[in-house]
């Protein structure tokens, strides 16, 4: 009797770590999902003939890194984006700086799970941001930029909003 593929996963699952939930199907969706998003990318880029730069720019390598660490932290830890993470997360605890710590739901749903690692971790997220804004460089370069600027500037008056704070509060302890 041949096994099913759920029934082989659970077992694979089990003997990968047998003492802890580890949500392996939703991995394998996420990494499915990202090789869709890279493949439409592509695709569209081969459709509308717009090829990919030889060598990017210094300046929009510069401008998309920060536009994708802003971008990560705002979909994984901001307080505003916290509805769309709801589904998958529930909520623990203020982090400082209108960002939340949250716990990823585990309903017996390996799926649930999995996006719910990924979109509480800016670091997960940024793979998938990058890959988003470089694919927009090539489909839409000017768009993409203007939005990348935006999310740049905003880190960065993030970065020197903490600097004066820091800098008021130690020029209260003097």
Same mark, same amino acid.
């Given at each position: 009797?041949?096994?099913?593929?759920?029934?082989?996963?659970?077992?694979?699952?089990?003997?990968?770590? =047998?003492?802890?939930?580890? =949500?392996?199907?939703?991995?394998?969706?996420?990494?499915?999902?990202?090789?869709?998003?890279?493949?439409?990318?592509?695709?569209?880029? $081969?459709?509308?003939?717009? /090829?990919? /730069?030889?060598? =990017?720019?210094? #300046?929009?390598?510069?401008?998309?890194?920060?536009?994708?660490? $802003?971008?990560?932290?705002?979909?994984? $830890?901001?307080s505003v984006t916290s509805p769309l993470r709801a589904p998958f997360?529930?909520?623990?605890? /203020?982090?400082?700086?209108?960002?939340?710590? @949250?716990?990823?739901?585990?309903?017996?749903?390996?799926?649930?799970? #999995?996006? #719910?690692?990924?979109?509480?971790? =800016?670091?997960?997220?940024?793979?998938?941001?990058?890959?988003?804004?470089?694919?927009?460089?090539?489909?839409? /370069?000017?768009?993409?930029?203007?939005?990348?600027?935006?999310?740049?500037?905003t880190a960065v008056s993030d970065f020197l909003q903490?600097?004066?704070?820091?800098? $008021?509060?130690?020029?209260? @302890?003097?």
């Amino acid at each position: 009797m041949t096994e099913t593929l759920r029934a082989r996963l659970a077992r694979v699952g089990q003997s990968y770590a =047998p003492h802890e939930h580890r =949500p392996l199907a939703g991995y394998l969706a996420a990494m499915g999902a990202f090789g869709a998003l890279a493949g439409s990318l592509a695709a569209a880029a $081969k459709v509308t003939g717009k /090829p990919a /730069p030889e060598r =990017p720019s210094l #300046g929009d390598v510069a401008l998309i890194s920060i536009a994708t660490h $802003k971008l990560s932290r705002l979909i994984a $830890k901001d307080s505003v984006t916290s509805p769309l993470r709801a589904p998958f997360t529930r909520y623990s605890e /203020p982090a400082g700086a209108a960002e939340l710590n @949250e716990e990823v739901r585990d309903n017996h749903s390996s799926l649930r799970h #999995g996006i #719910g690692e990924l979109i509480t971790c =800016p670091f997960c997220l940024a793979v998938w941001v990058a890959t988003g804004l470089t694919g927009g460089l090539v489909l839409a /370069p000017r768009l993409t930029r203007l939005a990348a600027t935006t999310l740049t500037a905003t880190a960065v008056s993030d970065f020197l909003q903490m600097a004066y704070d820091m800098a $008021k509060h130690a020029a209260e @302890e003097d």
